[in-house]
């Protein structure tokens, strides 16, 4: 049987010498992007070594065909099973998906073929990520949005008053986007429980946080509330895009997702998408193998220590913490944030900015390290001077 | 500033020399799956030796944060116009996303949002691909399923007298799943302007096909009453996957699918997933600048010469195809469809069945070269004695 490479050089000819003009050209589109060590407000990052690595060996494979994927389908069921295992649940079931966002559509939607109403509603935090706004919109579903406590999570009273007979589902998040904060999902559990609804946890950043952290927030499966979880490991994972997750309690989640697939190896699909890369499923394995719980720790423990020091750096220049960090995500309040971020942005420092409280806002990610936040501190310095 | 390998060594150590153990793992995962040299019924490819290259060199970027990846965000405008002279409209807009399923997802949901209907529906040949199932469900919208011609073509009688007033879309297929056949689009046009409604084309599969065969159907932009198009580079473009397309007739289309991004560097956004991949954007570029229209039309003609070598030996064995070919897919008529498949998946050929009639289908995509065809064919002699 002939190799890949010489199937394709009988097609195509031998590429490999006449790449070089194309190549020189995408170089140029991805030397305007901004390096990741000059990005503080993304929750993705470099991916890591091991994950390029096992990327590369995967990078033909098309889940959406799992019977001709055989061994990448098993991989999959055994990285599932990993994070089954971290989240208190080693009979959960899932699947890779492209991201949060799709995460959050399947966990709300099998939450909405469960229940059938016909004027469905959800009820988030208001600091639930926008694309729960896209859930709804794309499930017709009402979104309603529960106020927050004074440390910024959501107010527990107030998700079960907005909670009715057509209701679908409840959402907690364990890391907001803006705060890196966690929402009382033990309470929310119980309302759930009570209410005889779905308990969506939105984890796509905690969920690979929280648990490596001292005294890790019970923010998972082991609350009997909790009937989802979206985990990615492409963010604190360090695994490849795209590598979302989605985990639901128990096989009865799945069964609300499919639909018949008469052409393929398979019988059914409870994916959102069809055509899907084992990419993430190879990057996620070889992450989480490499590193361990211990590795893991480490990790989630130095990206902690670059928040304090960013904290103490940032109070150094006046600046105060719409919170104390309850993870690698911090905020700072100030009138000027649009004006800093865009000063920032001309000098090719990415930071972002939140509403409500007006303020300036950073991801400490394992890219950004000691130097990069010294880097950072003495541009900001020059910035505050103009402005 | 340091490079990543240094900011990575710094924080994990020196890694490069201890991945061997997983490596070796993932491999043997790896080689549970089946050679794409032994698969005769996958709409996907090994990726061209370019896409791969262009791939590894967009590996970290992220378009769900625009701001941030410039450069890759300008070279998805330069793949869209690119595919939008392709498909007859040089102002189409649209995006790289993953898969076809999203591009029907997307298509479908700009026009029920323009339209807004309380209990809408669309009107789909019964030949669509089953991801328009999943859009039903998704959308909560009625799938309506016109019948087909005896060309397995769709009745456009039939597609007009199952339009209502709460139609919000019809589809039309530019290479069926099952037979690679083209509805008639142009007639569908018409009914779609007549009404008043949208005309979604899925061409994820024959999007990259007909347009390089000698005399192409116009399935495209260039009829007044297409709306928007699927049209998937990571199947006859050779791209890496995800590599979806999604194009739209114009601007007006993702208005009706936006909604606010508050943190990041962008304002809105009207992609179905937040954080996704780069990868598929630079592959795509790579394999269409490297081929451009007369390596395309190679390609295609390749592909068609073999369909016709496998269409002759299949019929030297008895066999009848469904309809004459009309792309480099294929379907043979036989009682024994699901034993034929079930006996060459045992023997690690993966071909496929469809279910009216009774069939065995072929994709021969690039990678089913004439010896492929061969050896499959000595199989089947095998498999059809022992049957």
Known sequence: MKSIKEMFEEQYGNTSTRSSE??????????????YSRVLSSMCTIPHPYAIEAHLMFLETNLGNPGIFRGTKMLEDKVIAMLGK????????????????EGNIQGIRAARNIHRKRDGNIVVPKSAHFSFDKVGDLLRLEVRKAGLDEEYRVDVSDVESLVDENTVAIVGIAGTTELGQIDPIVELSEIAIEKGIELHVDAAFGGLVIPFMDNPYPFDFQNEGVSSITIDPHKMGMATIPAGGILFRDERYLR?????????????????????????????YAVLKKLGFEGMQRIVRECMKNTRILLEEMVNLGFEPVIEPVMNVVAFKTDKAEKIRDELYKREWVISTIREPKAIRFVVMPHVTEDVIKDFISELREVLKVL
């Open 256 to 284: 609300a997702l499919e639909v018949k697939t008469p052409y393929l190896t398979s019988k059914a699909q409870y994916t959102l998408t069809g055509t899907r890369p084992g990419t993430g499923v190879a990057s996620t």
């Open 86 to 101: 971290i989240l208190h649940n080693e009979n959960a079931v899932g699947y890779i998906c492209s991201g949060g966002t």
């Open 22 to 35: 194309i190549m020189e050209e995408l170089k140029k589109y991805r030397s305007i992007d901004i390096s």
